[in-house]
């Protein structure tokens, strides 16, 4: 199953040079809250908007498969946000090798979020 996690594009590519990426959420790094906060694809459009709606920053999405995590020593485990759903929270930092794709991502100029290449 793709786990994602969306971020603004120079924090990944920050974490690209430091070798492991360590935040949680907009505003939380992982020692904080304890994992990282991640979204399966039905679950992001909600996630992107609460958390990024806004924000100016361009933004990428990190592709994730839960089974590359797991591999790779970092528990996975899917818990309640609040709302009823669960949510995959990744239990370590994210290595540059479990990510199997970045996809820019924005808001278009009506606040909706999308996945799409930048020109």
């Known amino acids: 199953m793709e786990i994602l996690h969306l971020t603004r594009e120079h924090d990944w590519e920050e974490a690209l040079v430091a070798g492991e990426y360590r935040i949680s959420t907009r505003g939380a790094i992982l020692e904080e809250v304890g994992f990282v906060h991640a979204s399966t694809a039905e679950q992001l459009p909600g996630v992107a908007t609460l958390q990024f709606s806004g ?6 999405v990190l592709v994730m498969d839960d089974e ?6 970092v528990p996975v485990r899917y818990e309640g946000g609040g709302d009823g759903q669960l949510f995959p929270h990744i239990y370590g930092a ?4 479990m990510v199997s794709r970045v996809v820019p991502a924005e808001f278009d100029s009506s606040g909706r979020f999308l996945l799409r290449p930048r020109a």
């Open 55 to 60: 924000c100016t920053d361009r933004l990428v």
């Open 68 to 73: 590359a995590i797991r591999a790779a020593g």
């Open 94 to 97: 994210i290595r540059p090798s």
